[in-house]
């Protein structure tokens, strides 16, 4: 069985066009070092997982480490849907600077010391994994991102970025 260094020596984030409405954004790209900093500031992460045929969307804690997230989800109903589908999309709190996750939860990977201390430091609460259970990793396949400008961005995209993740197993 392969180590999670060496999974993560496997993926490789390149840039895609990001497809808007079935045409390729022709605005400004946007800068990866942003939907980074995006993922690893938010307080929120919306998880979207399947159960009983229709979206599940939940509200979690996480943490963005090794180009995964790594997620604290209490919610039995999508724990149960995301073992039985691990095809999972995560978005952030806004509609106007957006980032969406598109990826696969890796099935009962344990939890290491990086992501449970940096779940500590960002939410002030020391994760349990012997109360809580392991955090769900995501690995994702792909993330898209963009900001628009005024009010509910209605006066259009500024910026947008595609980025795909090769050797994600």
């Not at 390729?24 to 690893?40: E, F, G, I, N, Y």
């Not at 995560?90 to 600077?97: A, I, M, P, R, Y």
């Amino acid at each position: 069985m392969a180590t999670a260094s060496a999974i993560l020596a496997r993926v490789r984030r390149r840039e895609k066009a990001l497809h808007l409405y079935g045409q390729r954004s022709d605005v400004a790209a946007l800068a990866w070092s942003w939907a980074d900093r995006q993922l690893a500031t938010a307080g929120t992460y919306w998880v979207v997982g399947q159960a009983q045929g229709h979206p599940h969307p939940r509200p979690v804690w996480g943490v963005w480490h090794g180009q995964r997230l790594h997620l604290s989800i209490g919610s039995p109903t999508l724990r149960r849907s995301i073992r039985e589908e691990r095809a999972v999309t995560v978005h952030l709190d806004s509609g106007t600077d957006v980032v969406i996750v598109e990826g696969i939860a890796a099935p009962a990977v344990p939890t290491t010391p990086a992501p449970a201390q940096g779940h500590k430091r960002k939410y002030d609460w020391d994760y349990q994994v012997s109360q809580y259970g392991d955090l769900t990793q995501l690995e994702p396949t792909k993330i898209l991102a963009w900001r628009t400008a005024g009010v509910a961005g209605r006066d259009s995209f500024q910026e947008t970025g595609c980025w795909v993740f090769d050797g994600a197993d």
